[in-house]
Structure formats: structure tokens, C-alpha cells
């Protein structure tokens, strides 16, 4: 059981799934629609759910592509260190895609074409997209920041537009992070022969795309409360997210130290989080 909990990134799944439900609340507070009681804890859960699965059966599918480069950067892994067998893996994966997808049908049918193209995108992404300069990084941003119109498509099309602008910050950030993680991983990509941006164009490029992202993002992030989207909490604690986005570029750019710049770009995009909720109260 502690395997699989490990195969699907457990933390990861919470932090995507709070998202989401972080979504729920925002559009809840723009729209203000008539859904309260019984529908909006049925739909809030689900959205929960559907995200966590998703997310998990991603991480999981990503293993399972990625156990001979994981026996190179993260022998650890369930997988490569033998505590899940590879087909095993596979249609533990395959079953949370099609429970998360499943669920997602019964919100709407917005929420179910979401929940499905993510399903394809994380499996093409872990099969081929990750091999592939800048489209393998984007792919994840746009599914980091598809939680947040997740959450919005609760309401329909006009819960889409209320989450936009935290679907376009949400995914620059994390395109942003990204890109460091795979100046991180250059050693096992070279031997995997991926054609990943750090290999493409050289570290020193990628970590001035990797930073010129975040920097985007970093001034883009007081819009939420100009357009009164979040409340004045969101921008105190957002500030924070951004003095952390901040250490992280210059660790990347100065240092040269992907990893340190990886975990730090993580808590920034925790603390952004927070601001989310915090902003939305
Ligand atoms: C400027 C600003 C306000 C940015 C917003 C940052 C934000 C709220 C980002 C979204 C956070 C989120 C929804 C995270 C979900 C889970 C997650 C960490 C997704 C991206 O990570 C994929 C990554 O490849 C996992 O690798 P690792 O963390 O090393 O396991
Ligand atoms: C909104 C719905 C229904 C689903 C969203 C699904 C989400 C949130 C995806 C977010 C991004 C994410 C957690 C993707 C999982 C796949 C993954 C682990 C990508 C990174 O893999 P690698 O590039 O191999 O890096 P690692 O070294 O961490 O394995
Ligand atoms: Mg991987």
C-alpha cells in the first residue's frame, strides 16, 4: 500500500485537489450562483476526487514510461527499486484515469471533457511529450493550471472565465519550474537521449526562459486583486509566494543550483496556493 501511495505522489495529488476545490470557492464567490446544500458538497467532493485520481494516475503512468531513466536520477522510486511490478503500475494507473474521468461525466460535461483531455495529455506527455523540447514543459504547466478551471467548470462555461487568470498564472509558474527540473535532470535525460530544452538549446538559455517565465508571472501576480478577483489577504500572502519565486530565479540564474531552485520555486507555488484561499474568503 505505502508503494503505491509513493507511485502516485501523494502530496502532489493533495496540492492539485485543494486547487481544484479552491476553484470551486472562487467561482462560487464570483458568480454566486444558487448551489449550496447537498449539490455543492456532492460536486465540491468530486471535484476533490476527480483531480486527486487524475493526478495520481498521471504520476503513476509517468513512472511506469520512466522507470529506466528513474533507475538513473531516482532509483528510489516504486518501481525501479522493485516494490511495484511495471504491469501492475500500468493498470493501477489505467483504473484512476477511468474512476476520475467517470466521475468528472457526472458533474457536466465541461468537467468530463476536462478530466478525459488531461487523461490523454498526462499519458502522451509520459510516453512522448516529456522527451520534447518546451512542449513537454508547457503540457505540464497547462495541466497544473487546468486544476483551477477544473474547479471553475463547476459553473459551466462562465466558471471557466471567472478561473482564467489562476489557470494562466498557475501554468506559467509551474512551465517556469519545469524547465529547472529538467536542467536538474540533464544527466538521465542525456542517457535516455531525451531532447529535452536543457539539451536542445544548452543550460544557460534554458535557465533565462525558466526565469523570464517565472519573472512574467511574478508581475502578473497582483491581478487577482486588481481585478477584484481575490480579496487584499490574497496579496499579502501572495507577496510571500513572490519573494520566494524570486530566490528561486536567482538560484537558477546565479547559483546554477537547480534542485535548490526547484524545491524553493515548489514552496512559492504553495504559498501561492494559500494566498488563493486566503484571498477567496
Ligand atoms: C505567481 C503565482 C501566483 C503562481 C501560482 C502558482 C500555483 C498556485 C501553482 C499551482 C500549484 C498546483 C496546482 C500544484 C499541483 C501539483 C503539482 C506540484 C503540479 C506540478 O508538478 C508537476 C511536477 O513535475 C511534479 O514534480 P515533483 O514536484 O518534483 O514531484
Ligand atoms: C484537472 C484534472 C482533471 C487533472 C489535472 C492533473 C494535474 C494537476 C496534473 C499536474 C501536473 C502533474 C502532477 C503531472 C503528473 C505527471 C508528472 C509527474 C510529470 C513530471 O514528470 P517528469 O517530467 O518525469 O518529472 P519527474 O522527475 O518528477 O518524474
Ligand atoms: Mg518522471
Redesign the pocket.
Known amino acids: 500500500m505505502r508503494a503505491y501511495i509513493q507511485l502516485i ?1 501523494y502530496g ?1 495529488c493533495v496540492m ?1 485537489a485543494v486547487a ?1 476545490v479552491i476553484g470551486v470557492f472562487i467561482a462560487f464567490n464570483i458568480l454566486n450562483p444558487a448551489l449550496l446544500g447537498y449539490s455543492f458538497v456532492y460536486r465540491t467532493l468530486s471535484v476533490f476526487f ?2 486527486f485520481f ?2 495520481g494516475a ?2 503513476a503512468i ?1 513512472d511506469y514510461f ?1 522507470y529506466e531513466i528513474d533507475a538513473v ?2 532509483p528510489s522510486r516504486p518501481i525501479p527499486s522493485g516494490k511495484i511490478g511495471l504491469s501492475k503500475a500500468f493498470y493501477f494507473s489505467i483504473t484512476l484515469f477511468i474512476i ?1 474521468v467517470v466521475i ?1 461525466f457526472t458533474l457536466n460535461w465541461i468537467t468530463g471533457i ?2 478525459l483531455f ?1 487523461s490523454l495529455v ?1 499519458i502522451y ?2 510516453k512522448t511529450l ?1 522527451r520534447k523540447a518546451f512542449s513537454g514543459n508547457l503540457s ?1 504547466g497547462y ?2 493550471g ?2 483551477f478551471l ?1 474547479g471553475g467548470a463547476v459553473y459551466g462555461i462562465s466558471g471557466l472565465y471567472a478561473l482564467m487568470i489562476l489557470f494562466i498564472l498557475a501554468t506559467l509558474a509551474t512551465t517556469s519550474r519545469e524547465i529547472v ?1 529538467d536542467i536538474e ?1 540533464i544527466k538521465g535525460d542525456e542517457k535516455e537521449k531525451a531532447n529535452t530544452l536543457p539539451i536542445h538549446i544548452g543550460v544557460k538559455k534554458s535557465a533565462y526562459i525558466a526565469s523570464f517565465i517565472g519573472f512574467i508571472a511574478i508581475v502578473s501576480s497582483p491581478l487577482p486583486y486588481i481585478l477584484s478577483l481575490l480579496g487584499i489577504n490574497y496579496l499579502y500572502i501572495v507577496a510571500l509566494a513572490d519573494i520566494f519565486f524570486i530566490v528561486a530565479i536567482t538560484e537558477i540564474v546565479f547559483y546554477k543550483n537547480a534542485s535548490m531552485s526547484s524545491k524553493l520555486f515548489k514552496i512559492a507555488m504553495m504559498f501561492a496556493l494559500i494566498s488563493f484561499i486566503a484571498g477567496s474568503l
Do not use: H, Q
Request: glycine share 6%; proline share 0%.
Open positions: 505522489r502532489n492539485a481544484a476527480v483531480v487524475v493526478t498521471g504520476n509517468n520512466d536520477n531516482k476520475g468528472a476536462i478530466a488531461n498526462l506527455y509520459a516529456k505540464i495541466l497544473t487546468s486544476t477544473f527540473k535532470d
